[in-house]
């Protein structure tokens, strides 16, 4: 299973090394996808992680121990489908292929699954104020 997750970091846990317990002792793979963590201040971080279920389960379990908090990046997420026109310009700039043009209808679709909270898509949106 793969899953992106915004993870917030309380002050206090910003010097440990957090995120190699979760390889070390849950065997779970990760790939930090963005990251503001600095000595003695909150943080965020968006990272993928890649396991067994359960291992991510447990892994999530500690990271919450540690006062992190971990949020599935898929439902924080969305479109505004009261703005998107279906332009499609989008679809060009985003990076891991979270949208991507249905053909033939010519649709814009959005998975956020994959989604990684970059905001490229943003920035290159024609209906963007």
Do not use: W
């Not at 793969?2 to 070390?24: A, M």
């Not at 924080?76 to 998107?84: F, L, Q, S, W």
């Amino acid at each position: 299973m793969t899953r992106i997750y915004l993870l917030r970091y309380p002050k206090e846990t910003s010097n440990q090394p957090i995120i190699s317990h979760l390889v070390q002792r849950y065997e779970v793979e990760f790939n930090i996808l963005k990251a503001d963590i600095r000595p003695q201040r909150d943080g965020i971080m968006v990272v993928e992680l890649k396991g067994q279920k359960e291992k991510v389960a447990d892994a999530l379990d500690y990271l919450k121990s540690l006062g992190v908090q971990a949020e599935r990046l898929a439902g924080k997420v969305h479109r505004d489908e009261t703005k998107c026109f279906q332009c499609g310009a989008c679809t060009g700039i985003c990076p891991v292929g979270a949208l991507s043009i249905n053909r033939p209808t010519m649709e814009v679709i959005f998975d956020p699954e994959k989604c990684t909270a970059c905001g490229l898509c943003v920035a290159g949106c024609l209906s963007a104020p």
